[in-house]
């Protein structure tokens, strides 16, 4: 039967349940080296315009029925495909672009009490991070502790929802008032799934001292 959570453990290397979560690289681009030609060439068929066209081309391109030349007829259709082609290419390059941008963006990583530098894509379900002031967070976060006093951070959400008015988020309450080493924090979450739901989440937090 599928589970409908998802189970995080901190600090517990004898059943590392984290390990089976995919980790934090994205990637929007559609092709590689070896698939953007074939692939590429192959979309450019799911416009009807383009089938139709091609069809076009073969007839014309038939002496017994045209009196135009092969090369007449193949060119604009060649020329039309390749400039679909070189524009697919050059917005898949964007997006490969943007990918490698925040793929490699650095975030500190809580590791043994030591603070280190990581790339986003490195970061793992489970990690503990320090989020400093006017930084991008760089994936689904539970705020553990805020340095103000009331356990409050208040944080813009423009890349998910477009709005510009900075939101209150509160810490769970155990993890900011009682825990200072997070070497030591002992604890299980069961949370959701991942899904598109920015504005609900459920979860519970079972902690053992």
């Known amino acids: 039967m599928e589970s409908k959570s998802r189970i995080i453990q901190f600090n517990n290397s004898d059943i590392d349940l984290n390990k089976q979560y995919q980790n934090n690289e994205i990637q929007t681009s559609k092709y590689n080296i070896f698939t953007f030609l074939p692939y590429s060439i192959f979309l450019q068929f799911n416009n009807y315009f383009n089938i139709y066209f091609l069809i076009s081309t073969i007839i014309f391109s ?16 060649g020329l039309v495909i390749s400039i679909g082609v070189i524009r697919e290419g050059f917005e898949d390059y964007k997006k490969a672009s943007f990918d490698k941008l925040y793929n490699n963006s650095k975030c500190t990583k809580i590791d043994n009490e030591k603070e280190i530098e990581i790339h986003w894509k490195e970061v793992h379900v489970g990690d503990i991070l320090r989020i400093k002031k006017n930084e991008t967070i760089p994936a689904d976060v539970l705020v553990l502790k805020s340095e103000i006093k009331n356990g409050f951070c208040y944080l813009e959400t423009m890349n ?5 008015a900075l ?20 604890a299980v979450l069961n949370i959701d799934l991942p899904n ?10 079972t902690y053992y001292d």
Do not use: R, W
């Open 160 to 164: 998910l929802d477009g709005e510009s």
């Open 62 to 77: 038939l002496p017994q029925i045209s009196n135009y030349t092969p090369f007449a007829s193949i060119f604009p259709f």
């Open 196 to 205: 598109k739901e920015i504005y609900n989440f459920n979860g519970s937090m």
């Open 167 to 186: 939101k209150v988020k509160e810490a769970v309450g155990y993890t900011h008032l009682k825990v200072s080493n997070y070497k030591c924090l002992s």
